[in-house]
């Protein structure tokens, strides 16, 4: 039997960094994995819907030229060249990251991964079984669409692993919850001239978000891409026909060509067997891990989307993944990184940092906010993109940046700055004091800063007199 | 019109009262049930609330002064509202009359309403002394003012600094040298970290960093913040001075039994499935009544010189709360049927766990009973309550080898201790009593004549 340093199970962004962080410093390290290279961020979540919405969005702003001084007639597109496009991107980085594995002496198993015992995991692949020994194991299992049983099974009902895969869009489409990746996918469809329906059953969508920021979502979903968002009530007596989806909110009935559900994700551990190696699972099925990704058996580390309590983004996967790689083979025990930026494509694009608004006023903290609107500032007028805005949670006592949102033009790239700034516990002030290049999108930031601190030029000015702080 | 706040009536027994902490000044907004002031007793302190909307016009008494319960310690109203100079004369001596428990204190004069107390109170009896703090007078250090606004801006210590200007002020070249000797300048502190260090005058330099590279982040800085001293709370502080005066003042002994509780457990169970429900500390305490009854040295309490034997059994029950430890007291408990007591145990725990304890329900007791049954311990040594003559604490029930018959079976065993005050009781008296105890929780046929 082959033993390895470091077995890791899942190649997806969790996965496959630690498995190379492990190569790294020195391990022997085997990846097993049951599907494809990249796990769900690269083969059908982030990359995927990414590569489309850059072509959609592309497209919304070609139809929307006009304003700019561009006619290009009816525009149009075709769906099947968008599909191909994304087949070509997700496989060029599928290679890459099959290269990656390879290049650094990791050992790609194919096949589902179970626990034999603690330190012998079995690999069952189309070539076979085998058992491999590990000292040390990290599970990157990951996620998977939920799909409850009240739903009737239909090739016109999808999730957003099939939605992804198709080669042509219905004419209308229904979605099933409001969270971020429904409301991806309600922009994207809609951009498209698909017509869009989102029935919620929480009060609001995206409910993670501060509300003055989810409100500039709504809006310009509603407003401007003409979709219909059914909040505060459950979709009910869903029913298929050969040709359609139909069901009823409120008693009001709804129907579209194609359904889609994307009302949360499950953890995947089907198949893993970890109770042979001492885990014991949550009530929601999810593996319970410490700051340093242990779980609660001495040489089994667990991260991303599978561990209870997760972020559910890939980048928070990856952090995860290359400390808990640092802690299998030095056998210490860091934490992972907690401070994870999210990042929404809807349109418009939403960047979230640290607290929001609503938590840093829950957690009891005097609260100061400044707020900058794009439809002040110049480079965004001149883009012709003036929704939105950003904004800064901070201290009011020690000025301390506790968190940023930013919605609005590139708002999933502005946020790289709060981050940073979060991150290194600037102060606000430092922020305002720090020159941003003229004319961009950052100056927001700075300007927000001032906004925070009543010395905004280019705000109208407030009734309190100015004190400068330093 | 203005309406007269009085200093609350806290129960028979209490006929003045301190004002420690005033939650409002002058012309602050006040609404029906805001916290206007705290009270300190020599017995407690409690929390006073408002019982009208307005502004605080004129506050009488200032904090640290001591009146009569019913003055008038302020007056609330509309702004602008002329009220008196001076407070009118209190109208004392009060009616004898149960003290309202959870709202209101209604006063003679129907206009003037004492606040709603909210006692978040502590142990009961004698001793109110505290000593007064010392005051540490410090050496006086000289500074060159632009020298000290260096320390501050880069929070540091500068009584640490040794100064080389006349008479060893300390100069800008000094706090410059010593940034540099004592590794300041290698410091890596986050901007955030450093307002919050500046704020709380936290001297950065004995702040452990444990950022990247050692920086200094914001909870390094908070956690030499939790570490700075800080005021206990005023019931913390009675709860202190009253533990050191017992601890200090009374030679505690302790005295140790194991009670096998296999039998009542199993009686209790059958109470219970009868429809008669009763807590295991129910049993524990009638049994602590009837052997007080037995041992009336035990039932008293001394200054040293006097022994003064109890004519009842008062007992008290030490409740843990979040803020602190209570001790209510259950005043003639020998005349309480079995099912009385329950009863009455049970209401004082509620009351004692909202906070709406009264000052009089956590005074006078005799001999108190602690618990920690429920919190998985195997045994431990109480402090007597200042005033009485012991304290028995009571352990988890474990499941124990034990010798029974010559054989070993498992028992649920609870161990005991009686710690008691050696001035008035010796050993034997003490062995005597435990034992006492231990045999009525033993004896079931006791509870089946109590219960029936």
Redesign the interface.
């Known amino acids: 039997m082959e033993t390895f340093d470091v077995v890791v199970i899942g190649s997806g962004p969790g996965g496959y960094p630690a498995a190379i962080r492990a190569a790294q410093l020195g391990a022997s390290v085997a990846v097993i994995e049951k599907d494809q290279a990249g796990g769900t961020c690269l083969n059908c979540g982030c990359i995927p819907t990414k590569t489309l919405i850059a072509s959609g969005d592309l497209f919304h702003r070609i139809a929307k030229s006009e304003e700019l001084g561009i006619s290009v007639g009816s525009a149009e597109y075709d769906y099947k060249a968008f599909a191909d496009r994304k087949d070509k991107v997700v496989g060029t980085l599928r290679k890459g990251v099959e290269g990656l594995l390879k290049a650094n002496g990791v050992t790609l198993l194919r096949g589902v991964g179970s626990f034999v015992s603690r330190n012998v995991i079995a690999v069952d692949g189309a070539d076979g079984k085998q058992e491999i020994g590990a000292s040390k194991t990290i599970i990157a299992t990951g996620s998977d669409s939920v799909m409850p049983g009240f739903i009737p099974k239909s090739k016109l009902i999808v999730e957003s692993r099939a939605f992804l895969e198709l080669t042509k869009l219905p004419k209308s489409l229904l979605i099933l919850g409001g969270g971020v990746i429904g409301c991806e996918f309600a922009c994207l469809a809609a951009q498209l001239g698909v017509k869009v329906s989102i029935v919620e059953m929480l009060d609001d969508v995206l409910p993670m978000l501060d509300k003055d920021v989810r409100r500039q979502v709504r809006k310009y979903m509603e407003k401007e891409l003409d979709i219909d968002i059914i909040t505060g009530a459950p979709l009910e007596k869903i029913t298929t026909t050969a040709k359609a989806v139909k069901g009823k909110v409120d008693g009001k009935a709804v129907q579209a060509e194609m359904m889609l559900v994307s009302i949360g994700r499950r953890p995947v551990t089907d198949g893993l067997a970890i109770e042979n190696a001492g885990v014991t699972l949550n009530e929601h099925g999810f593996i319970p891990a410490d700051a340093d990704c242990s779980t609660s058996a001495a040489t089994v580390y667990a991260v991303g989307d599978v561990i209870a309590g997760s972020t559910q983004l890939a980048h928070a996967a990856t952090a995860q993944g290359c400390t808990a790689a640092e802690n299998a083979v030095a056998g210490k025990a860091k934490k992972a990184a907690i401070l994870i930026p999210g990042c929404i494509f809807t349109a418009p694009e939403v960047g979230v940092v640290g607290m929001s608004e609503a938590e840093a006023k829950e957690a009891g903290r005097d609260v100061a906010v400044g707020k900058f609107a794009f439809a002040s500032l110049g480079k965004a007028m001149a883009m012709g993109e003036t929704v939105g805005f950003v904004k800064w949670i901070a201290?009011a006592?020690?000025?301390?940046?506790l968190g940023a949102a930013a919605v609005g033009p590139h708002a999933t790239e502005l946020i790289a700055e709060a981050t940073l700034a979060v991150n290194?516990?600037?102060?606000v002030s430092?922020i305002g004091k720090t020159v941003h290049s003229h004319p961009t999108l950052s100056e927001a930031w700075m300007e927000a800063a001032h906004v925070l601190h009543g010395s905004c030029v280019h705000a109208m000015p407030s009734r309190r007199k100015l004190k400068i702080k330093d | 019109m203005a309406q007269p706040v009085l200093l609350p009536k806290l129960g028979q027994t209490v006929e003045e009262a301190a004002i420690v902490k005033w939650h409002k000044s002058v012309g602050d907004a006040v609404k029906q049930g805001d916290i206007l002031f705290e009270i300190e007793t020599d017995k407690a302190v409690l929390e006073a609330e408002s019982f009208f909307d307005g502004f605080l016009l004129k506050i009488f008494v200032g904090e640290g002064e001591t009146v009569p319960v019913s003055s008038v310690v302020a007056y609330i109203g509309e702004k602008g509202e002329k009220v008196p100079d001076a407070p009118p004369a209190p109208k004392v001596p009060v009616k004898v009359e149960p003290a309202p428990v959870k709202a209101a204190a209604v006063a003679e004069d129907k206009k003037a309403i004492a606040p709603v107390i909210k006692a978040a109170p502590v142990v009961s009896v004698s001793s109110p002394a505290q000593s007064a703090p010392v005051v540490a007078v410090a050496e006086r250090v000289f500074i060159s003012p632009r020298a000290k606004a260096l320390t501050k801006a880069k929070c540091i210590d500068f009584k640490v600094i040794a100064g080389t200007g006349p008479n060893g002020r300390i100069v800008v070249k000094d706090v410059e040298a010593y940034l540099e000797s004592s590794g300041y300048n290698q410091l890596r502190v986050?901007?955030?970290?450093k307002?919050?260090a500046a704020?709380h005058k936290v001297n950065l330099l004995t702040v452990r960093g444990t950022g990247v590279s050692e920086r200094v982040?914001?909870h390094d800085v908070e956690r030499s913040i939790a570490a700075l001293p800080k005021k206990m709370s005023k019931m913390r502080q009675i709860i202190a001075s009253r533990l050191t005066s017992s601890f200090r003042d009374i030679p505690h002994f302790y005295v140790t039994v194991s009670v096998d509780m296999t039998d009542l457990l199993i009686y209790r169970q059958e109470l219970k499935e009868a429809g008669k429900a009763y807590k295991v500390t129910d049993f524990i305490l009638e049994s602590t009544i009837l052997s007080l009854e037995e041992f009336p040295a035990m039932n008293s309490s001394t200054d040293g010189v006097n022994v003064s034997w109890n004519e009842s059994v008062n007992l008290g029950l030490a409740i843990g709360l979040d803020s602190g430890l209570v001790v209510a007291a259950i005043r003639n408990s020998q005349e309480l049927t079995l099912s009385e007591l329950s009863a009455q145990v049970a209401s004082v725990g509620a009351k004692a766990r909202s906070g709406k304890l009264m000052p009089d329900e956590m005074t006078g007791s005799t001999f108190t009973v602690t618990n920690m049954g429920m919190l998985n311990v195997e045994d431990f040594g109480a402090i007597i309550n200042p005033g009485e003559g012991g304290i028995l604490a009571v352990a988890s029930t474990i499941p124990t080898a034990t010798v029974v018959d010559g054989k070993i079976a498992v028992r649920q065993i609870m161990k005991v201790t009686l710690s008691a005050d050696h001035r008035i009781v010796d050993g034997t008296t003490g062995a005597a009593f435990i034992n006492a105890i231990k045999n009525k929780l033993e004896d079931v046929e006791l509870w089946k004549h109590l219960t029936s």
């Open positions: 201290d006592d020690t000025d301390q940046i290194a516990e600037l102060t430092e | 986050s901007p955030a970290a307002r919050l704020k982040m914001v």
